[in-house]
């Protein structure tokens, strides 16, 4: 049953991505491009995620078990560490030269064309070489059960 829920949701996310333009690579280097041909459009998207998020998240949080009864996950860490801006930074350059992040990409693969599928392989290699790394370093965490 979970796998259909998430199923589901990944589908609804991807569809909700499509239609908001987010899927488009071009429209969403023109939200970035603020000393150019600007468009605020992604704007009101991004808004109405942090609407509904801001109205859904606190409930969220009070819950011990989620909708399908298993155990609630939410990060507990609000240390801010060179590791998490390096990462903001490197994801904030990647969305800016390519248009893409994780889920538009993904949700762009059932549009067709070569350049989503150009990003997420490279997506996955650099997290693949991230983890090789993490690995040699020691610095690997196991997943929380």
């Known amino acids: 049953m979970s796998?259909?829920?998430?199923?589901?949701?990944?589908?609804?996310?991807?569809?909700?991505?499509?239609?908001?333009?987010?899927?488009?690579?071009?429209?969403?280097?023109?939200?970035?491009?603020?000393?150019?041909k600007w468009d605020p459009s992604l704007a009101f998207v991004?808004?109405?995620?942090i609407l509904i998020g801001s109205l859904?998240?606190?409930?969220?949080?009070?819950?011990?078990?989620t909708i399908l009864g298993s155990r609630m996950r939410l990060?507990?860490?609000?240390?801010?560490?060179?590791?998490?801006?390096?990462?903001?930074?490197?994801?904030?350059?990647?969305?800016?030269l390519a248009g893409y992040c994780p889920g538009p990409a993904l949700a762009s693969l059932v549009q067709g064309g070569a350049k989503p599928w150009?990003?997420?392989?490279?997506?996955?290699?650099?997290?693949?070489l991230f983890e090789l790394i993490e690995r040699s370093k020691g610095e690997h965490k196991s997943k929380p059960a």
């Open 46 to 49: 991004m808004g109405g995620a």
């Open 3 to 36: 796998i259909v829920f998430a199923l589901l949701s990944g589908l609804l996310f991807g569809l909700g991505l499509i239609v908001s333009g987010m899927s488009d690579p071009a429209k969403v280097l023109g939200f970035l491009d603020l000393a150019g």
């Open 56 to 65: 859904v998240f606190p409930f969220a949080t009070k819950q011990e078990k």
């Open 118 to 128: 150009v990003f997420v392989i490279a997506m996955l290699g650099g997290m693949a």
């Open 75 to 96: 990060p507990t860490t609000t240390k801010i560490d060179r590791r998490l801006v390096v990462g903001g930074l490197t994801f904030g350059v990647g969305w800016g």
